[in-house]
Protein backbone atom coordinates (compact mmCIF):
# COMPACT_ATOMS: atom_id res chain seq x y z
CA UNK A 1 0.00 0.00 0.00
CA UNK A 2 1.23 3.28 -1.19
CA UNK A 3 0.57 5.80 2.22
CA UNK A 4 0.70 8.90 0.74
CA UNK A 5 0.63 11.81 3.51
CA UNK A 6 -2.16 13.92 3.38
CA UNK A 7 -1.73 17.14 1.97
CA UNK A 8 -3.85 18.66 4.26
CA UNK A 9 -2.36 19.67 7.35
CA UNK A 10 -5.11 20.63 9.64
CA UNK A 11 -4.88 23.00 12.32
CA UNK A 12 -6.12 21.26 15.23
CA UNK A 13 -5.13 20.03 18.50
CA UNK A 14 -1.88 17.59 19.47
CA UNK A 15 -1.19 16.12 22.33
CA UNK A 16 2.39 16.45 22.67
CA UNK A 17 5.00 14.77 24.72
CA UNK A 18 5.92 16.15 27.89
CA UNK A 19 8.53 14.84 30.32
CA UNK A 20 10.13 16.75 32.90
CA UNK A 21 12.26 15.81 35.67
CA UNK A 22 11.73 16.73 39.35
CA UNK A 23 14.67 16.85 41.19
CA UNK A 24 14.00 15.63 45.42
CA UNK A 25 16.49 16.96 47.87
CA UNK A 26 17.39 14.63 50.41
CA UNK A 27 19.87 16.90 52.46
CA UNK A 28 22.50 16.63 49.72
CA UNK A 29 21.65 13.54 47.68
CA UNK A 30 19.65 14.52 44.55
CA UNK A 31 17.02 12.07 42.96
CA UNK A 32 15.78 12.40 39.58
CA UNK A 33 12.01 11.39 39.23
CA UNK A 34 9.96 11.09 35.44
CA UNK A 35 6.73 13.53 35.97
CA UNK A 36 4.29 13.72 33.30
CA UNK A 37 2.36 17.14 33.41
CA UNK A 38 -1.49 17.46 33.80
CA UNK A 39 -3.21 19.19 30.21
CA UNK A 40 -4.12 22.57 30.23
CA UNK A 41 -6.95 23.43 27.57
CA UNK A 42 -9.49 26.36 27.03
CA UNK A 43 -13.14 25.69 25.74
CA UNK A 44 -15.36 28.00 24.90
CA UNK A 45 -12.42 30.51 26.21
CA UNK A 46 -12.80 28.69 29.75
CA UNK A 47 -9.56 27.56 30.61
CA UNK A 48 -9.44 24.07 32.13
CA UNK A 49 -6.55 21.44 33.57
CA UNK A 50 -3.79 23.18 35.28
CA UNK A 51 -1.48 26.26 34.02
CA UNK A 52 1.34 26.13 36.01
CA UNK A 53 4.45 24.37 35.69
CA UNK A 54 7.62 25.16 37.91
CA UNK A 55 7.20 23.84 41.01
CA UNK A 56 9.64 24.24 44.02
CA UNK A 57 8.04 23.44 47.18
CA UNK A 58 8.90 21.11 49.96
CA UNK A 59 6.83 18.11 49.85
CA UNK A 60 4.17 16.72 52.12
CA UNK A 61 1.88 13.73 52.77
CA UNK A 62 -0.46 15.15 55.46
CA UNK A 63 -3.58 12.63 55.00
CA UNK A 64 -5.94 12.95 56.08
CA UNK A 65 -6.00 17.15 56.00
CA UNK A 66 -6.53 19.40 58.33
CA UNK A 67 -8.48 22.17 56.96
CA UNK A 68 -6.42 24.36 58.68
CA UNK A 69 -3.03 22.85 57.82
CA UNK A 70 -1.55 25.54 54.95
CA UNK A 71 -0.07 23.64 52.50
CA UNK A 72 -0.12 26.68 49.92
CA UNK A 73 3.88 26.41 49.84
CA UNK A 74 3.99 22.08 49.66
CA UNK A 75 3.33 19.13 47.05
CA UNK A 76 1.04 17.08 48.49
CA UNK A 77 2.21 13.41 47.02
CA UNK A 78 -0.89 11.30 46.53
CA UNK A 79 -0.51 7.60 45.72
CA UNK A 80 -3.73 6.74 43.50
CA UNK A 81 -3.73 3.41 46.05
CA UNK A 82 -4.35 5.91 48.82
CA UNK A 83 -6.64 8.14 47.02
CA UNK A 84 -9.93 9.80 48.94
CA UNK A 85 -11.66 11.19 45.76
CA UNK A 86 -14.33 12.89 47.31
CA UNK A 87 -12.05 14.83 49.24
CA UNK A 88 -9.51 15.71 46.37
CA UNK A 89 -12.92 17.36 44.67
CA UNK A 90 -13.83 18.95 48.02
CA UNK A 91 -10.19 20.31 47.44
CA UNK A 92 -10.70 21.77 44.42
CA UNK A 93 -13.90 22.51 44.60
CA UNK A 94 -13.15 25.07 47.90
CA UNK A 95 -10.42 26.06 45.76
CA UNK A 96 -8.26 25.03 48.68
CA UNK A 97 -4.79 26.37 47.88
CA UNK A 98 -1.27 23.77 47.06
CA UNK A 99 2.32 24.25 46.25
CA UNK A 100 1.24 21.52 43.99
CA UNK A 101 0.21 17.99 43.60
CA UNK A 102 2.50 14.62 42.51
CA UNK A 103 -0.09 11.82 42.26
CA UNK A 104 1.25 8.16 42.35
CA UNK A 105 0.22 6.13 39.92
CA UNK A 106 0.67 1.98 39.91
CA UNK A 107 3.48 0.51 37.33
CA UNK A 108 0.55 -1.62 35.65
CA UNK A 109 -0.64 1.46 34.11
CA UNK A 110 2.42 2.19 32.59
CA UNK A 111 2.90 1.45 28.38
CA UNK A 112 6.48 0.12 29.54
CA UNK A 113 5.98 -1.57 32.63
CA UNK A 114 7.64 -5.01 32.21
CA UNK A 115 5.29 -7.20 34.50
CA UNK A 116 2.95 -9.25 32.83
CA UNK A 117 1.09 -10.89 35.29
CA UNK A 118 -2.22 -11.19 35.42
CA UNK A 119 -3.39 -12.63 38.54
CA UNK A 120 -7.24 -12.68 39.28
CA UNK A 121 -6.96 -11.36 42.42
CA UNK A 122 -4.64 -8.26 40.76
CA UNK A 123 -7.56 -7.91 38.49
CA UNK A 124 -10.00 -7.25 40.84
CA UNK A 125 -7.50 -5.01 41.97
CA UNK A 126 -7.17 -3.12 38.93
CA UNK A 127 -10.52 -2.97 37.98
CA UNK A 128 -11.04 -1.08 41.29
CA UNK A 129 -8.16 1.38 40.57
CA UNK A 130 -9.35 1.73 37.19
CA UNK A 131 -12.54 2.91 38.41
CA UNK A 132 -11.05 5.58 40.93
CA UNK A 133 -8.09 6.29 37.44
CA UNK A 134 -11.47 6.90 35.55
CA UNK A 135 -13.09 9.30 37.78
CA UNK A 136 -10.12 10.72 38.62
CA UNK A 137 -9.28 11.74 34.99
CA UNK A 138 -12.52 12.94 34.46
CA UNK A 139 -12.24 15.64 37.65
CA UNK A 140 -8.83 16.92 36.87
CA UNK A 141 -9.57 17.94 32.80
CA UNK A 142 -12.71 19.56 34.08
CA UNK A 143 -11.27 21.89 36.43
CA UNK A 144 -8.96 24.57 36.53
CA UNK A 145 -6.53 24.49 38.93
CA UNK A 146 -4.16 27.21 40.17
CA UNK A 147 -1.12 25.20 40.96
CA UNK A 148 0.96 22.74 38.45
CA UNK A 149 -0.45 18.62 38.87
CA UNK A 150 2.04 16.09 37.93
CA UNK A 151 1.88 12.07 37.48
CA UNK A 152 4.99 9.81 38.24
CA UNK A 153 4.54 5.73 38.76
CA UNK A 154 5.30 4.26 41.77
CA UNK A 155 8.89 3.10 42.04
CA UNK A 156 11.38 1.73 44.56
CA UNK A 157 13.03 5.07 44.74
CA UNK A 158 9.54 7.27 45.30
CA UNK A 159 8.10 4.54 47.64
CA UNK A 160 11.34 5.46 49.74
CA UNK A 161 10.96 8.83 49.61
CA UNK A 162 7.35 8.57 50.55
CA UNK A 163 7.70 6.46 53.03
CA UNK A 164 10.53 8.64 54.80
CA UNK A 165 8.07 11.77 54.08
CA UNK A 166 4.94 9.95 55.73
CA UNK A 167 7.48 9.42 58.57
CA UNK A 168 8.79 12.93 59.28
CA UNK A 169 4.50 13.82 58.71
CA UNK A 170 3.41 11.57 61.39
CA UNK A 171 5.53 13.14 63.81
CA UNK A 172 4.36 16.46 62.58
CA UNK A 173 7.94 17.95 61.90
CA UNK A 174 7.25 20.32 58.95
CA UNK A 175 10.12 20.56 56.65
CA UNK A 176 11.98 23.49 56.30
CA UNK A 177 15.42 24.46 55.35
CA UNK A 178 16.66 23.54 58.71
CA UNK A 179 15.04 19.94 59.55
CA UNK A 180 15.51 19.13 56.03
CA UNK A 181 12.82 16.96 54.21
CA UNK A 182 12.21 16.76 50.42
CA UNK A 183 12.21 19.35 48.09
CA UNK A 184 10.69 18.85 45.02
CA UNK A 185 11.98 20.93 41.86
CA UNK A 186 10.59 21.08 38.27
CA UNK A 187 12.48 23.62 36.52
CA UNK A 188 10.88 24.02 33.43
CA UNK A 189 9.49 26.76 31.14
CA UNK A 190 6.56 28.15 31.38
CA UNK A 191 3.83 26.81 28.62
CA UNK A 192 3.21 29.71 25.94
CA UNK A 193 0.80 29.94 23.38
CA UNK A 194 1.48 28.66 19.91
CA UNK A 195 -0.62 29.58 16.86
CA UNK A 196 -1.52 26.38 15.02
CA UNK A 197 -0.62 23.24 15.33
CA UNK A 198 0.17 21.25 12.17
CA UNK A 199 -1.95 17.48 12.46
CA UNK A 200 -1.82 15.02 9.37
CA UNK A 201 -3.90 12.92 8.48
CA UNK A 202 -2.34 9.57 6.22
CA UNK A 203 -4.19 7.50 3.34
CA UNK A 204 -3.24 4.67 1.29
CA UNK A 205 -5.16 3.67 -2.02
CA UNK A 206 -5.63 -0.07 -3.68
CA UNK A 207 -7.39 0.41 -7.46
CA UNK A 208 -9.54 -2.52 -7.57
CA UNK A 209 -9.77 -4.78 -11.33
CA UNK A 210 -11.53 -3.57 -13.68
CA UNK A 211 -13.30 -6.15 -16.01
CA UNK A 212 -13.71 -5.74 -19.87
CA UNK A 213 -17.02 -3.43 -20.30
CA UNK A 214 -16.85 -1.83 -17.64
CA UNK A 215 -17.51 1.44 -18.21
CA UNK A 216 -17.71 2.85 -15.38
CA UNK A 217 -15.76 4.01 -12.38
CA UNK A 218 -15.20 1.21 -10.24
CA UNK A 219 -16.80 1.92 -6.67
CA UNK A 220 -14.55 2.59 -3.49
CA UNK A 221 -14.87 1.47 0.33
CA UNK A 222 -13.13 3.20 2.49
CA UNK A 223 -11.31 1.65 6.25
CA UNK A 224 -10.68 4.58 8.62
CA UNK A 225 -9.63 4.95 11.96
CA UNK A 226 -8.69 8.16 14.15
CA UNK A 227 -4.82 8.31 15.58
CA UNK A 228 -5.49 11.09 18.40
CA UNK A 229 -5.93 10.88 22.15
CA UNK A 230 -6.83 13.44 24.67
CA UNK A 231 -6.20 12.56 28.37
CA UNK A 232 -4.98 14.27 31.63
CA UNK A 233 -1.49 13.64 30.75
CA UNK A 234 -0.55 14.02 27.52
CA UNK A 235 2.80 12.14 27.64
CA UNK A 236 0.72 8.90 29.23
CA UNK A 237 -2.36 9.23 26.91
CA UNK A 238 -0.68 6.18 24.47
CA UNK A 239 -4.68 4.96 23.21
CA UNK A 240 -3.90 0.99 23.15
CA UNK A 241 -7.65 0.77 22.57
CA UNK A 242 -9.23 3.91 21.59
CA UNK A 243 -7.98 4.28 19.29
CA UNK A 244 -4.15 2.20 18.93
CA UNK A 245 -6.34 -1.05 18.20
CA UNK A 246 -8.11 0.67 15.52
CA UNK A 247 -5.11 1.48 13.63
CA UNK A 248 -3.74 -1.55 13.77
CA UNK A 249 -6.40 -3.49 12.76
CA UNK A 250 -6.39 -0.59 9.96
CA UNK A 251 -2.94 -1.74 9.31
CA UNK A 252 -3.46 -4.70 9.06
CA UNK A 253 -6.06 -5.05 6.71
CA UNK A 254 -4.30 -2.78 4.12
CA UNK A 255 -0.93 -5.43 4.43
CA UNK A 256 -3.06 -8.43 3.96
CA UNK A 257 -4.93 -6.84 0.84
CA UNK A 258 -1.95 -4.87 -0.52
CA UNK A 259 -1.30 -8.36 -1.08
CA UNK A 260 -3.77 -9.93 -2.78
CA UNK A 261 -4.10 -6.58 -5.17
CA UNK A 262 -0.52 -6.70 -6.16
CA UNK A 263 -2.11 -9.76 -8.10
CA UNK A 264 -4.79 -9.08 -10.61
CA UNK A 265 -6.22 -12.72 -10.61
CA UNK A 266 -6.81 -11.33 -6.75
CA UNK A 267 -7.72 -8.14 -6.81
CA UNK A 268 -11.28 -7.29 -6.16
CA UNK A 269 -14.04 -5.66 -7.85
CA UNK A 270 -13.98 -2.70 -5.54
CA UNK A 271 -10.75 0.01 -4.88
CA UNK A 272 -9.91 0.41 -1.25
CA UNK A 273 -9.10 3.35 0.38
CA UNK A 274 -7.43 3.50 3.79
CA UNK A 275 -7.44 6.44 6.13
CA UNK A 276 -5.43 7.40 9.43
CA UNK A 277 -7.36 11.00 10.52
CA UNK A 278 -6.35 13.02 12.96
CA UNK A 279 -8.91 15.18 15.58
CA UNK A 280 -10.56 12.29 17.28
CA UNK A 281 -11.20 13.52 20.77
CA UNK A 282 -12.17 17.11 18.69
CA UNK A 283 -15.09 16.30 16.78
CA UNK A 284 -13.02 14.05 14.28
CA UNK A 285 -12.13 17.73 12.95
CA UNK A 286 -9.60 16.06 11.19
CA UNK A 287 -11.41 13.51 9.45
CA UNK A 288 -13.86 16.36 8.25
CA UNK A 289 -11.07 18.02 6.81
CA UNK A 290 -9.52 14.63 5.36
CA UNK A 291 -12.88 14.50 3.50
CA UNK A 292 -13.27 17.75 2.49
CA UNK A 293 -9.69 17.34 0.98
CA UNK A 294 -10.41 13.97 -1.17
CA UNK A 295 -11.02 14.35 -4.90
CA UNK A 296 -14.13 14.47 -5.43
CA UNK A 297 -14.35 11.69 -8.03
CA UNK A 298 -12.63 9.28 -5.17
CA UNK A 299 -15.26 10.71 -2.93
CA UNK A 300 -18.18 10.24 -5.07
CA UNK A 301 -16.91 6.71 -5.79
CA UNK A 302 -16.90 5.45 -2.06
CA UNK A 303 -19.94 3.36 -1.76
CA UNK A 304 -19.21 3.24 1.90
CA UNK A 305 -16.48 3.51 5.18
CA UNK A 306 -16.01 1.60 7.67
CA UNK A 307 -14.60 3.45 10.71
CA UNK A 308 -12.96 1.16 13.15
CA UNK A 309 -12.84 2.41 16.65
CA UNK A 310 -12.21 0.60 19.74
CA UNK A 311 -12.07 -2.96 18.39
CA UNK A 312 -9.05 -4.22 21.03
CA UNK A 313 -11.13 -4.72 24.37
CA UNK A 314 -14.27 -6.66 23.60
CA UNK A 315 -15.51 -10.08 24.90
CA UNK A 316 -18.25 -11.75 22.08
CA UNK A 317 -19.78 -8.63 20.58
CA UNK A 318 -19.05 -5.88 18.50
CA UNK A 319 -21.20 -2.90 17.42
CA UNK A 320 -22.16 -1.57 14.00
CA UNK A 321 -22.90 1.98 14.89
CA UNK A 322 -25.11 3.72 12.06
CA UNK A 323 -26.61 7.06 11.70
CA UNK A 324 -28.65 5.99 8.32
CA UNK A 325 -31.60 3.65 8.60
CA UNK A 326 -30.94 -0.20 8.67
CA UNK A 327 -32.74 -0.56 5.30
CA UNK A 328 -29.96 0.96 3.47
CA UNK A 329 -29.00 -1.30 0.99
CA UNK A 330 -25.29 -0.24 1.97
CA UNK A 331 -25.77 -1.03 5.73
CA UNK A 332 -27.49 -4.27 5.02
CA UNK A 333 -24.92 -5.50 3.17
CA UNK A 334 -22.43 -4.70 5.48
CA UNK A 335 -24.58 -5.84 8.42
CA UNK A 336 -25.53 -9.32 6.54
CA UNK A 337 -21.99 -10.05 5.36
CA UNK A 338 -20.30 -9.33 9.14
CA UNK A 339 -23.20 -11.49 10.53
CA UNK A 340 -22.27 -14.18 8.64
CA UNK A 341 -18.57 -13.85 8.59
CA UNK A 342 -18.98 -13.41 13.14
CA UNK A 343 -21.18 -16.88 12.87
CA UNK A 344 -18.62 -18.98 11.51
CA UNK A 345 -15.89 -16.98 14.28
CA UNK A 346 -18.16 -17.56 16.98
CA UNK A 347 -18.95 -14.17 17.80
CA UNK A 348 -21.69 -11.87 17.37
CA UNK A 349 -22.87 -8.15 15.51
CA UNK A 350 -26.06 -6.22 16.58
CA UNK A 351 -26.34 -2.94 14.38
CA UNK A 352 -27.34 0.02 16.43
CA UNK A 353 -29.18 2.86 14.66
CA UNK A 354 -28.66 6.44 16.31
CA UNK A 355 -28.91 9.65 14.06
CA UNK A 356 -26.82 12.65 14.40
CA UNK A 357 -28.17 15.37 17.04
CA UNK A 358 -27.76 18.58 14.69
CA UNK A 359 -29.90 20.43 17.57
CA UNK A 360 -27.72 19.79 20.43
CA UNK A 361 -28.32 23.60 22.22
CA UNK A 362 -26.74 22.71 25.16
CA UNK A 363 -23.46 21.32 22.98
CA UNK A 364 -23.67 24.42 20.72
CA UNK A 365 -23.09 26.96 23.66
CA UNK A 366 -20.30 24.57 24.67
CA UNK A 367 -18.52 24.27 21.41
CA UNK A 368 -18.11 28.05 20.14
CA UNK A 369 -14.31 27.91 20.77
CA UNK A 370 -12.01 24.83 21.15
CA UNK A 371 -8.38 25.80 22.34
CA UNK A 372 -6.26 23.10 23.51
CA UNK A 373 -3.25 24.68 25.43
CA UNK A 374 -0.75 21.34 25.63
CA UNK A 375 3.00 22.19 26.45
CA UNK A 376 4.20 25.02 24.94
CA UNK A 377 1.13 26.49 23.49
CA UNK A 378 -2.55 26.04 22.24
CA UNK A 379 -4.25 25.76 18.62
CA UNK A 380 -7.42 27.59 18.38
CA UNK A 381 -10.25 26.31 16.69
CA UNK A 382 -13.17 28.23 15.40
CA UNK A 383 -16.86 27.55 15.55
CA UNK A 384 -18.30 23.53 15.23
CA UNK A 385 -21.70 23.91 15.94
CA UNK A 386 -22.29 20.44 15.80
CA UNK A 387 -21.37 17.38 18.21
CA UNK A 388 -20.25 14.61 16.35
CA UNK A 389 -20.35 11.29 18.64
CA UNK A 390 -18.90 8.76 16.07
CA UNK A 391 -16.39 9.31 13.57
CA UNK A 392 -19.27 7.95 10.60
CA UNK A 393 -21.40 10.85 11.43
CA UNK A 394 -18.62 13.23 9.66
CA UNK A 395 -19.01 10.63 6.86
CA UNK A 396 -22.23 11.31 7.01
CA UNK A 397 -22.71 15.12 7.30
CA UNK A 398 -21.18 14.53 3.37
CA UNK A 399 -23.35 12.12 2.59
CA UNK A 400 -21.33 9.52 2.08
CA UNK A 401 -22.49 5.95 4.08
CA UNK A 402 -20.20 5.14 6.98
CA UNK A 403 -20.78 3.10 10.04
CA UNK A 404 -18.22 2.16 13.19
CA UNK A 405 -17.57 -1.41 14.35
CA UNK A 406 -16.47 -0.84 17.89
CA UNK A 407 -16.84 -3.03 20.84
CA UNK A 408 -18.55 -0.46 22.83
CA UNK A 409 -22.01 -0.64 23.34
CA UNK A 410 -23.04 3.55 22.98
CA UNK A 411 -21.02 6.63 21.59
CA UNK A 412 -18.85 8.01 24.74
CA UNK A 413 -19.44 11.74 25.40
CA UNK A 414 -17.07 14.76 24.57
CA UNK A 415 -13.35 14.23 26.09
CA UNK A 416 -14.20 10.50 27.17
CA UNK A 417 -12.65 7.36 25.87
CA UNK A 418 -9.80 9.29 24.40
CA UNK A 419 -7.54 6.91 24.48
CA UNK A 420 -6.31 8.10 28.59
CA UNK A 421 -4.28 7.38 31.21
CA UNK A 422 -6.72 3.92 31.46
CA UNK A 423 -5.94 3.32 27.94
CA UNK A 424 -2.74 1.33 28.54
CA UNK A 425 -1.67 -1.62 27.00
CA UNK A 426 -2.13 -3.90 29.52
CA UNK A 427 -5.62 -3.62 29.20
CA UNK A 428 -6.22 -4.65 25.28
CA UNK A 429 -6.66 -7.53 24.17
CA UNK A 430 -4.63 -8.90 21.75
CA UNK A 431 -6.83 -11.77 20.87
CA UNK A 432 -9.85 -9.02 20.41
CA UNK A 433 -7.38 -7.19 17.53
CA UNK A 434 -6.84 -10.33 16.19
CA UNK A 435 -10.51 -11.53 15.93
CA UNK A 436 -11.54 -7.62 15.03
CA UNK A 437 -8.94 -8.01 11.92
CA UNK A 438 -10.31 -11.31 11.03
CA UNK A 439 -13.97 -10.16 10.97
CA UNK A 440 -13.10 -7.10 8.75
CA UNK A 441 -11.14 -8.63 5.88
CA UNK A 442 -13.18 -11.80 5.50
CA UNK A 443 -16.30 -9.93 5.83
CA UNK A 444 -14.62 -7.44 3.27
CA UNK A 445 -13.33 -10.65 1.27
CA UNK A 446 -17.46 -11.61 0.79
CA UNK A 447 -17.90 -8.00 -0.56
CA UNK A 448 -15.04 -7.53 -2.92
CA UNK A 449 -15.06 -10.96 -4.72
CA UNK A 450 -18.32 -12.11 -6.21
CA UNK A 451 -16.13 -15.53 -6.77
CA UNK A 452 -16.56 -17.30 -4.16
CA UNK A 453 -13.45 -19.67 -4.91
CA UNK A 454 -11.81 -16.77 -3.80
CA UNK A 455 -12.59 -16.77 -0.06
CA UNK A 456 -10.62 -19.66 1.10
CA UNK A 457 -7.92 -17.36 -0.18
CA UNK A 458 -8.25 -14.78 2.24
CA UNK A 459 -8.94 -17.09 5.26
CA UNK A 460 -5.48 -18.73 4.77
CA UNK A 461 -4.13 -14.78 4.25
CA UNK A 462 -6.52 -13.62 7.45
CA UNK A 463 -4.89 -17.01 9.30
CA UNK A 464 -1.49 -15.58 9.09
CA UNK A 465 -2.29 -12.35 11.15
C1 LIG B 1 -12.96 10.77 52.26
O1 LIG B 1 -13.12 12.16 52.36
C2 LIG B 1 -14.40 12.55 52.80
C3 LIG B 1 -14.48 14.05 52.67
O2 LIG B 1 -13.35 14.69 53.17
C4 LIG B 1 -14.62 12.05 54.21
O3 LIG B 1 -15.90 12.44 54.65
C5 LIG B 1 -14.49 10.55 54.22
O4 LIG B 1 -14.57 10.06 55.53
C6 LIG B 1 -13.17 10.11 53.60
N1 LIG B 1 -13.16 8.67 53.46
C7 LIG B 1 -12.16 7.91 53.92
C8 LIG B 1 -12.29 6.44 53.71
O5 LIG B 1 -11.20 8.38 54.50
C1 LIG C 1 -30.32 16.08 21.06
O1 LIG C 1 -29.79 16.89 22.07
C2 LIG C 1 -30.75 17.53 22.88
C3 LIG C 1 -30.05 18.44 23.84
O2 LIG C 1 -29.05 17.81 24.58
C4 LIG C 1 -31.57 16.49 23.61
O3 LIG C 1 -32.56 17.12 24.42
C5 LIG C 1 -32.22 15.59 22.60
O4 LIG C 1 -32.91 14.57 23.25
C6 LIG C 1 -31.18 14.99 21.67
N1 LIG C 1 -31.83 14.23 20.64
C7 LIG C 1 -31.54 12.98 20.37
C8 LIG C 1 -32.30 12.34 19.27
O5 LIG C 1 -30.70 12.36 21.00
C1 LIG D 1 -11.97 22.07 12.31
O1 LIG D 1 -10.97 23.03 12.42
C2 LIG D 1 -10.84 23.87 11.31
C3 LIG D 1 -9.60 24.71 11.40
O2 LIG D 1 -9.26 25.06 12.67
C4 LIG D 1 -12.11 24.71 11.16
O3 LIG D 1 -12.01 25.59 10.08
C5 LIG D 1 -13.27 23.79 11.02
O4 LIG D 1 -14.47 24.53 11.01
C6 LIG D 1 -13.31 22.75 12.12
N1 LIG D 1 -14.34 21.80 11.85
C7 LIG D 1 -14.37 20.94 10.84
C8 LIG D 1 -15.52 20.03 10.82
O5 LIG D 1 -13.52 20.87 9.99
C1 LIG E 1 -9.40 8.63 20.67
C2 LIG E 1 -10.02 8.40 19.35
O1 LIG E 1 -9.81 9.15 18.43
N1 LIG E 1 -10.77 7.32 19.26
C3 LIG E 1 -11.46 7.00 18.04
C4 LIG E 1 -10.89 5.82 17.31
O2 LIG E 1 -11.53 5.79 16.03
C5 LIG E 1 -12.93 5.64 16.03
C6 LIG E 1 -13.44 5.69 14.64
O3 LIG E 1 -12.50 5.41 13.67
C7 LIG E 1 -13.60 6.66 16.91
O4 LIG E 1 -14.98 6.44 17.01
C8 LIG E 1 -12.92 6.69 18.28
O5 LIG E 1 -13.50 7.63 19.14
Known sequence: ????????????????????????????????????????YDLSGVPFGSRFSRLNHHASYSYPLLSSTDLSRSVLIIPLRELNIT???????QKRAFGGILLLLPQEFSSESKDDSKEDGQMYGNDRMRSILAELEQLLIHANLP????????????DAILTDVKRKDAVGQ???ATTGGYKLVAAVPEPKKIASAAITNIQGWLPGLRTDGDANQLPTIAIVASYDTFGAAPALSVGSDSNGSGVVALLEIARLFSRLYSNPKTRGRYNLLFGLTSGGPYNYNGTMKWLRSLDQRVRESIDYAVCLNSVGSWNDELWIHVSKPPENAYIKQVFESFSSVAEELGVKVSLKHKKINIS????????????IHVEFGYPVTPPERIHVAWEHEQF???RVTALTLSGLSVAPGLLESTGGLLDSRKFVDQKAIHRSVKLVAESLGVILYSNPDMLPNIELIADSI
Open 1 to 40: MAINKGREMIETILALFIILIACVELCDAATVVDVYRLIQ
Open 87 to 93: FLRECIT
Open 147 to 158: YPVYFAFEDEKI
Open 174 to 176: SPT
Open 360 to 371: NPRKILSYPILR
Open 396 to 398: SRV
